[in-house]
């Protein structure tokens, strides 16, 4: 089992930055591939950014490209989504998450079915 949690939701106004945390416990992440997934009201989960453990390579979608940064820190078992030049369409409840790291491709890892472990969700609101 891998507990993770998330935090560093918030309101800000179009342009700003925030840092999300995500802090996982119960498991050597070494094997996983993290996940950071966004849900809009009325609209589905989706994949905002992802990284390989084991590599620290970073994935994203096209929406958030050149203003999202993902990472990880090894010794604290965090992963961390910094977002910057925030958009009134990046407001969601963004959620961390992780499975084992099977493919070596990173589409895969863009579908939300794939992914065994779940936060509990942060809010993200920006301002326009």
């Known amino acids: 089992q891998v507990q993770l949690v998330e935090s560093g939701g918030g309101l800000v106004q179009a342009g700003g930055s925030l840092r999300l945390s995500c802090s996982a416990s119960g498991r050597t992440l070494s094997n996983y591939f993290m996940g950071w997934f966004r849900q809009a009201p009325g609209k589905e989960r989706e994949f905002v950014a992802g990284?390989?453990?084991?590599?620290?390579?970073?994935y994203y979608t096209d929406s958030v490209k050149g203003r999202f940064t993902i990472s990880r820190d090894n010794a604290k078992n965090t992963v961390y989504l910094q977002m910057y030049s925030l958009k009134p369409e990046d407001t969601g409840v963004y959620y961390c998450?992780?499975?084992?790291?099977?493919?070596?491709?990173?589409?895969?890892?863009?579908?939300?079915?794939?992914?065994?472990?779940w936060g509990q969700g942060t809010q993200v609101t920006v301002s326009s």
């Open positions: 998450s992780c499975t084992v790291d099977r493919y070596s491709g990173s589409y895969y890892y863009t579908r939300r079915s794939l992914y065994d472990y």
């Open positions: 990284i390989r453990w084991s590599t620290g390579t970073p």
